[in-house]
């Protein structure tokens, strides 16, 4: 994503100055420049950056699915303390707002890919709107998998006289976006239109299918409970097709702070009261622990001691020995929830009033807090987790299960040095892999072990929303919901957002039968292929 500014500028400068030497013509203002004059591959950088902000920071992710997920934990409580949202399912001052972050960036986002595709169909831009076609299936099914139905087939059609677009069922949507990603995957052609200013992959069209089919076998996977059927087609698709088959294929998406594209997580866990109040779960780190995982040393560190070092990023300890995941639920309000109450309370560290009460507890690294970190999209690793999770049920795979769960945890542990700081080699994963395989007695088992790596594995890369919606697909890791004075949720981990409240004035007929078409518009409705494991 480096100097995406100076990217966009200079297209547009140069789209403009490459005119025939007109008068009329170089001054055409570029922000109402027609197809014409104007290169519809400048919007792609901001297309993919927009997307990555939708799915990190404050949009949602650390706000909500960080901590209902269980990879992260805050003794935060509510009022302005935000990570209540998170922890204790309690609403802060500002959850409403929170709430529809993720709507409204979506739709944001997925119309720039349509003004995008409008103007490369003017062009005769066939493999830009493909990959436009890959985007707006990425972004929606994304909104889609929060909130649950949404406008689909009529959205984004507001020139053609629809601004009230109706609410498809999820169902509907999805069998619609698989459809068209398989369409748009198809029509690509190397040797038409190169993609330019392409912050992903460079213009690479034969990675930029493995992307999308690896979507879509993402996609299939998570009907593999309400319409195991479709939900193999889709895989056999995908792998036929080409998803990814090694790390140099995964979406990992460049920050660029400089130009003022910076990681939103790393944005968020750089404000003082989230460098003290974020630390990793005790779920988390006790998994990582129980196999010797070698990622723990590189994701978590112990504060130096006392209350203004905890609120500091000053580098702290990484021996994997004293890591320590702190349990969700607890609070330092005093009373029966206060986090010296919590078994195995570890004790304070500082003195006098320096002490911080969480200080032995463990944090995110400095890579979380680089605001230059990479936004990881969609993984080899993920991938080939999922190819295990196929394989354990029975589907038509090229591989094994036990073949790919270990390609997997390879995969996962390589890329965590996409981060930027300390990495695993080859060797050292191959050999962890080796020594930690897949058990296979039986599915159940394998079916855990496979989909625990997959919360573990998006967890670590901070794409905690990817890691609720497979636990919302697989049941998997086994987690004990937090049920705090006044949360929102009945005590239940939330399985999905509630709808903006917006929507209720905008198009107020198609939320009414979306809502009546879910049961419901709580923080417990189960979208649709949501089978409640």
Not at 492 to 506: D, G, V
Not at 517 to 524: A, F, L
Request: proline residues 4%.
């Amino acid at each position: 994503m480096k100097k995406y500014i100076s990217i966009f500028l200079t297209g547009v400068l140069l789209a403009v100055s490459s005119c025939d030497g007109d008068f009329d013509d170089i001054n055409t203002d570029p922000n109402r420049a027609n197809g014409d004059v104007f290169d519809p591959n400048l919007i792609l950088p901001t297309v993919s950056y927009n997307y990555g902000n939708m799915m990190t920071g404050y949009t949602g992710a650390i706000l909500f699915q960080s901590m209902w997920v269980q990879v992260m934990a805050s003794t935060s409580t509510g009022g302005a303390n935000y990570y209540s949202n998170a922890d204790k399912y309690v609403a802060s001052g500002s959850t409403n707002s929170y709430i529809q972050s993720v709507w409204n960036d979506g739709y944001s986002a997925a119309s720039r890919v349509f003004q995008m595709q409008a103007l490369a169909e003017e062009k005769g831009y066939a493999n830009l709107i493909a990959v436009g076609e890959i985007w707006k299936v990425l972004t929606l099914s994304f909104v889609s998998d929060v909130y649950g139905d949404l406008p689909y087939s009529e959205a984004l059609r507001a020139e053609e006289g629809i601004t009230q677009p109706k609410y498809d069922s999820q169902a509907e949507a999805y069998m619609a976006m698989l459809s068209g990603l398989e369409g748009a995957l198809s029509s690509i052609n190397e040797s038409g239109d190169q993609i330019k200013n392409d912050v992903l992959y460079g213009g690479d069209l034969t990675k930029w299918k493995k992307l999308g089919y690896s979507i879509m076998l993402r996609m299939a996977m998570r009907l593999v409970e309400v319409d195991p059927a479709t939900a193999q087609t889709y895989v056999q698709k995908a792998i036929a097709g080409g998803v990814f088959t090694s790390t140099a294929d995964e979406a990992v998406l460049a920050s660029d702070q400089t130009n003022g594209y910076s990681n939103s997580s790393a944005n968020a866990l750089n404000v003082t009261d989230d460098v003290y109040e974020v630390r990793w779960s005790n779920k988390l780190i006790d998994f990582l622990k129980a196999d010797n995982d070698p990622r723990l040393s590189v994701i978590a560190e112990i504060p130096l001691a006392g209350l203004a070092a905890n609120k500091g990023t000053a580098a702290g300890n990484s021996d994997p020995s004293v890591q320590i995941g702190m349990p969700n639920g607890y609070d330092l309000k005093g009373g029966a929830t206060d986090i010296t109450k919590a078994p195995n309370y570890p004790g304070a560290t500082g003195t006098g009033d320096d002490v911080a009460p969480i200080g032995k507890y463990s944090r995110p690294t400095a890579i979380y807090r680089d605001r230059d970190a990479p936004v990881f999209i969609l993984t080899y690793a993920e991938i080939q987790f999922l190819l295990a999770d196929a394989a354990t049920r029975g589907y038509s795979v090229p591989g094994s299960a036990s073949a790919y769960y270990a390609a997997g945890l390879e995969g996962a542990l390589v890329s965590i040095g996409k981060f930027g700081g300390a990495t695993i080699s080859p060797a050292a994963a191959a050999a962890y892999a080796s020594a930690n395989p897949l058990d296979t007695s039986n599915s159940s088992a394998a079916l855990e072990m496979i989909n625990t790596q997959i919360w573990a594995t998006t967890g670590v890369f901070a794409n905690f929303v990817e890691s609720w919606n497979n636990w919302k697909r697989s049941g998997y890791p086994e987690l004990n919901a937090i049920n705090y004075t006044g949360n929102f949720s009945s005590g239940q981990i939330p399985r999905r957002q509630l709808y903006p409240t917006s929507e209720s004035a905008t198009n107020p007929q198609g939320l009414a039968d979306a809502i009546a078409n879910m049961g419901g518009d709580t923080w417990i409705n189960n979208v649709w292929w949501d089978a409640g494991n």
